[in-house]
C-alpha cells in the first residue's frame, strides 16, 4: 500500500484564470505523480476542497470535469473526501492511495542511493516553470475546441511574438498547466528493480534531488552540461527574465522523475529514455561541475512557497 | 481498507484563539472518528497543512504535538503529506487509512438501513455546538498545567457566573475543543455485525442521520421526547440564545456514532451504550414525532459551512 497528500492552492499553485479543467486534471495529475516516483499504481484518492464564496459554479463544474478526466485515464476512484467553504483561497487537497501489484521489488523511495549510483531524470526540465512565467507576464492559453488540450498561447500584446516563440511559449504553458504523471516510467523502474532510489521533480531539480540525498545518507555531483534543459526555457527564459538553467534546477512542477541506478543498470536507465545528470557521491552535500572551471556546491533552492508569492 | 478525509479551516472550524495542543489533537480525532464510523483501526494519517505567514511558530509546534499526542493515543502513523503557504486562512487538511481486521464481517456503511431497524446515537448531544456558542460569546478554556486538557471555562465577565453554569461550560468546551473518537464502539459493533448501518455525528443528527437515510434508500422517525440533549446544552442554551433541542439535532460536531439494528440486535445495542431515538421507514424522509400532538418533517438542517460564517 502506497499514500501520498498533495495539495494546490489559488495564488500560490494557480491564479483563477488558470482553464479550471486543466486544474482539476493538474491537481489529481501531481498526486499520482508521486505514487508514479514510488513505482506503484494508484487505485483510490481522497478530495478535500476548500471553497470561496464567491466561486463561480461553472469553475468547480469545469474542475471536477478535469478531475474525472485524469481519474478515468488512469483508472483511480474517487474514495471519499471533504468540502469545507474557504474565508480565503481556493484549496485542493488530495490524497492518493497506490499498490504495488507485487510485494517484491518494493517500492521505489527517497532512500536507497548509494555512492556510486548514476543519477538520470526521466526528461527535459524548466518548461513548466517558464510557463509559470509567461502567464505572470500576462501570456495566456487558448484551448482548442475540446476545452482539454493547450492548443495555443497568446501573447500579452497581439503581435509582439513571432511563430517560433508561440510555439515555445505554448509548450511551456502546457507543461505548466497539464503536466502528466510518468506512472509507466516509475512501474518499468520498481519492476525491474533497476533504480536505488527516485523521486518527482516538484519543487526543482536542485531541492528534490537534496532531499533525495539527504534521504539516503549522500551527496551528489552533477555535471552542468548534462542538465537537460527543456526547449522553452532554452529559448525563452531571457524573454521574461530568467536564466534557462536556473529554470531548470530550481524552477520546479516539471514531474519528471529523478532516479539513481548503480553502474550495472545504466543501460537500462537509458533504455528506459532516462538521461544521465551525475553522480551519488559519498557525502558533501550538492556539487555542480561546470564544462570547465573548478566545481561549485549546489544550493537546495526550488520554488519555495515561503519566499516566493504569487499575484 | 478503509479511507477518510476531513479538514479544518481557519474561522469556519476553529478560531485562532483556541488552544492550538487542543486543534491538533481534534484535526485527527475528527478523522479517526470517520474510520471509527465504519467500524475500522485507524493505521496511518497524511497530513496537509495550509500555513499562513503569520502563524507563530510556537502555534505550529504545540498544534503538531497535540496530533502527535493523539497519534501516539491511537497508534496511528504519520505516513506522509504536503506544507504550502496559505495566502489565507491556516488550513488542516487529514486523510487517514484504516483497516478491519478481518474481511468479515464488512465495515459500516450508511447504506444499508433497512425499514423497521431502530435507530441508535452512542450518547448525548448539543455539547460540542453549544461549546462553540459560548466560545462566541467570549468565554475561554483554561487548561490544566499539562496543558492538554480543559480544566475550567472562564466566563466573559469575571463574576457573572455561578460554580454549575461554570462547570457545565466547561464540559461544553471540553466537548468542542476535545472530542473523542468512538473507535471502541465502532470496532464492537462491526465485529458483532449488529448494525446495518453506521456514521459519526459530524454535520449535526438531523443532516447526518438524512445523509444514512439518502444512502441506504429508506427515511427515518424520530421520537422528540427521545432525543439525547447533553446536560451543558439542555441547561446553558438559553444563556447563549439558542434552544436545547436545536443544538442536538442541528449543531453537529458531536462525534458521536448514529447506528442501526434490527429489532432482534436492540439489546446489543443497548449493551453498547446506545441510546434509542426512532425507526428506520420505508420513505417520506425525516420525520419528528412530538410527544403530543402531530408528527413534522424534520429538516435535514446542521452545521451547513455555506451559510454560517465564524469571526
Known amino acids: 500500500l502506497l499514500a501520498a497528500a498533495d495539495a494546490l492552492v489559488e495564488s500560490v499553485h494557480f491564479r483563477r484564470d488558470e482553464p479550471p479543467f486543466l486544474l482539476g486534471r493538474k491537481a489529481l495529475a501531481v498526486n499520482l505523480s508521486d505514487i508514479a516516483a514510488m513505482g ?3 487505485t483510490h484518492f481522497l478530495l478535500t476542497l476548500l471553497l470561496p464564496r464567491d466561486l463561480p459554479w461553472d469553475f468547480l463544474r469545469r474542475l ?3 478531475m474525472a478526466a485524469s481519474a478515468r485515464e488512469h483508472q483511480v476512484k474517487l474514495a471519499g473526501g471533504d468540502t469545507c467553504v474557504s474565508p480565503g483561497p481556493l484549496g485542493i487537497s488530495i490524497s492518493v492511495l497506490g499498490e504495488t501489484r507485487s510485494a517484491s521489488p518494493p517500492p521505489l523511495m527517497r532512500r536507497g542511493a548509494r555512492p556510486g549510483d548514476a543519477i538520470y531524470v526521466s526528461g527535459p526540465l524548466g518548461a513548466s516553470a517558464l510557463g509559470r512565467r509567461l502567464l505572470e507576464a500576462g501570456w495566456k492559453p487558448r ?6 488540450k493547450v492548443a ?3 501573447p500579452p ?3 509582439r511574438a513571432g511563430r517560433a516563440e508561440r510555439v515555445r511559449a505554448a509548450e511551456a504553458l502546457r507543461a505548466h498547466l497539464d503536466p502528466r504523471p510518468r506512472l509507466d516510467l516509475g512501474g518499468w523502474l520498481r519492476a525491474r528493480g533497476a533504480a536505488t ?7 526543482g531539480l536542485a531541492l528534490d534531488l537534496w532531499r533525495l540525498t539527504q534521504a539516503s545518507g549522500v551527496g551528489a555531483r552533477l555535471l552542468e552540461p548534462a542538465i537537460p534543459i527543456a526547449d522553452p526555457a532554452r529559448r525563452l527564459a531571457g524573454a521574461v527574465g530568467a536564466d534557462p ?4 534546477l530550481h524552477g520546479g512542477e516539471d514531474y519528471e522523475l529523478i532516479f539513481t541506478v548503480p553502474p550495472s543498470r545504466e543501460r537500462q536507465a537509458i533504455r528506459a529514455g532516462g538521461l544521465f545528470i551525475g553522480w551519488i557521491t559519498r557525502g558533501g552535500g550538492l556539487v555542480m561541475s561546470p564544462a570547465s572551471g573548478p566545481s561549485k556546491s549546489l544550493r537546495p533552492e526550488g520554488f519555495d512557497h515561503f519566499r516566493e508569492p504569487r499575484g
Open 152 to 154: 495555443a498561447a497568446v
Open 64 to 66: 471536477l470535469e478535469g
Open 143 to 148: 484551448l482548442d475546441r475540446s476545452g482539454r
Open 157 to 159: 500584446k497581439p503581435g
Open 40 to 42: 506503484g499504481r494508484p
Open 197 to 203: 532510489a527516485a523521486m518527482d521533480v516538484s519543487d
Open 245 to 248: 538553467l536556473a529554470l531548470a
